[in-house]
Structures are given as C-alpha cells and as structure tokens.
C-alpha cells in the first residue's frame, strides 16, 4: 500500500506541467495563426515607411533689375499675397530712362508725320512736273513746224527741246523722291510703323524696367528666409527671400527598394505627422516615384564599382499628395517629419507614368500687368502726339 502511493505522488505534477505547456503552445500557436492572419490580410496589402518628410516648392524671390534697396515690407513669418509689394528699389534712373524713351516715343511719332506730308509734298512736284513737261512738248510742237518754214530761228527750236529734256528730267527726279518718301511711310499706319514699333518697344522695355524697381510676391504664401536690408546694393537675380506656399505641400516618402514592388501610382495613402502625433490622420495618393534612388543623385554619389564597397539597401523617393482640405485644417511646415502607410491592395495601376503630367503646375500672373500698362502708355503717347487725343 506505500509503495503504490509513494509513486504515484511525482505523476501528478507531470501531468499539470503537460497541461501548462499544452495551453502555452496553444496560446502560441493561435497567436502566431492570428498574426499570420493579420499579416496576410491586412499587413501584406500596405507599405509603410517613416523616412518620410513633408515638402513643398519654395519661391526664390530675385531682382530683375540692379538697384538700390529704399524699403522692405515683409519679414520671416508674414503672410503675403500675390502681387504685394515686398521690397522696393531706387526709382531715380529707371524714371530718367522711362522719361528719355517717351520723349523719343513721342519724337518718332512726329518724324512719321513729317514724312507722310514730305510724301505728299513730292506727289505735289510729280504733277507739276508733269504740268512743265507737256507745256514744253507743246512749245516744241508749235515751233517746230515753223522752223521748215524758216519762220523762226533754229535756237528756239534747240531751246524748245533742251526745256522739254530738262522737264522730263525734273519729272522723273520729283518721281524718284517721291518713292524714296512713300518708301518710309506706304502700306502702315503711323501707329504700325517701324520707326514708331522700334520708338515703342524701348519705351515698353523702361516702362517694365521702372515698374520692377517695385519686387511683388509671384504668389501667395509666407516669407522665409529674408536676407535683403535697407541700403543694399543688389544686382539682377540676386536672391531676397523665399515665399513658402503652405497650402500646396506634398509628403516624399523614401521607401526601401524592396517596397517599390508594390507600389502604384493612384494607391491610396495615410499620412500621420509627428506634430500632430495619431490623432490627426492626413489622407492622399501616390502621385510619383522618382527616378533614381536619393545616392544616385547626391552631390558624391557612391562609386560601387570600386573595391572598397559594402552594400547598402537603397531607398527610392515616392511623391505622395496631401489633401487640400486636410490641410487647410491642420497646417504643415516644409521638412516635418511624417509617417507614411500606402494602401497597395489595387495593384492594378502603373508604376511609372506612361505619357507627360496632366497637372496644371504653377504660374502666376502678377508681371503680365506690368506689360499690359507698358502698352497702354505708349499708346496714350502715340494717340497724343497723332492729335487723336487731348
């Protein structure tokens, strides 16, 4: 009877240890089938990187012209809009310039006139030259029949036809001037003619000239990086500030080249910032991939076909836009960082785009006007000067 009992003490602890590692493994094995699960349904269908920085264009602002800085209307931070004024230069000889060329706008003007009514002048010479020639030919004709009657001397009829010669010489000079003066003013108007075209275009060229000594922002957006002072001496495309159009960001997300399988371009996006943290959740669409990784385009790229090299996994940048609305909510800053996940589960779409952008990309309309007025002004001259206008 002890002996019995005596052995069959240690089987119970086996058997509670059996069970223990029986649930453990259980308890794993239903984990490890649940993330597989989960992986293959759901991690499997997304790429997800947070080597991810937020960007955007920066507009250099330079002056067009050289001069001299009178003053500065926008600091690092401000908000301005398309067309303000943010500096302003040293007008004196631009004005100079612009006033020389409307006085030679003007001047051009008159010269054409003069040259229209010089051009009539000499149509007057050629129909009284005409007039001369035939009073002479008559003369001739009344003498001539004479002379075979000995009625007069033979010096008049010599003279008689020296004055028909010298009248159609006078004829055909007046002719020729009056070609080489209908040459310079036949076939335009005044207002379209070369002299006035050339007179105009120098005016228009310190019409613009004068108006950039005002610098405007080419859009909208905010000032960063200011280094134009009061004072400054600055030459043409010298750069004064940055404008940061906040509104039209992007996300490029640098993905490992073993990511790029099965990314498309249309694949949905989330984008998380860390300024945000996970509350706020930014949506957008793989718009782009680049067309080399970022070492292929540094400034050294790497020489992997030397003997001291060591393989590096590369990554690739992946354009990812931001919705508008999104952040029109929640504001970004260029260089952020961010956390991009892209929803691959349609792999139906294109790698790389197959024809050229269909965006609208970026213009600006704030120097159109600049030559828009240069016009007006010249014309204003122009009809001034023709007496079309008081």
Known sequence: MNTTSAAAVPATPNG???????????????????????????????????????????????????????????????????????????????ETALNRASSALAQSVRQVRQQQALAGQDDAQIAAGRLELARAEEDLARRSPLLADQAIASEEVRHAEQAVAVARAMLSQAQRQAEAAHAL????????????????????????????????????GYVALRSVQLGQRIQAGAALLDVVPLQQLWVDANFK??????????????????????????????IGMAAGTGAAFSLLPAQNASGNWIKVVQRVPVRVSIAASDLARHPLRIGLSTTV??????????????GPGTGTGATTAVYAADLARADAEASAIIARNLGDAP
């Open 341 to 354: 996940t892209v929803d691959t589960h349609d792999r139906s779409g294109a790698m790389l785009a197959a």
């Open 185 to 220: 003013v036949d076939g335009v108007s005044v207002r379209d003619n070369p002299a006035v075209q050339a007179a105009r275009a120098v005016y228009r060229d310190a019409y613009v000239n004068a108006s950039r000594n005002a610098i405007v922002a080419p859009v909208t």
């Open 16 to 94: 509670k240890r059996r069970r223990i590692l029986t649930i453990v493994a259980t308890v794993f094995g239903v984990l490890g089938l649940l993330w597989f699960v989960l992986w293959y349904v759901v991690l499997s269908e997304r790429e997800k990187t947070d080597d991810a920085y937020v960007n955007g264009n920066q507009v250099t602002v330079t002056a067009q012209i050289a001069g001299t800085v009178v003053g500065v209307y926008a600091d690092n931070t401000d908000l301005v809009s398309a067309g303000q004024v943010l500096v302003r230069l040293d007008p004196t000889d631009a």
């Open 257 to 286: 080249e073993g990511q790029l399988r099965n990314l498309r371009l249309g694949q949905p996006t989330e984008v998380r910032s860390d300024l945000y943290g996970g509350s706020v959740l930014f949506h957008g669409t793989v």
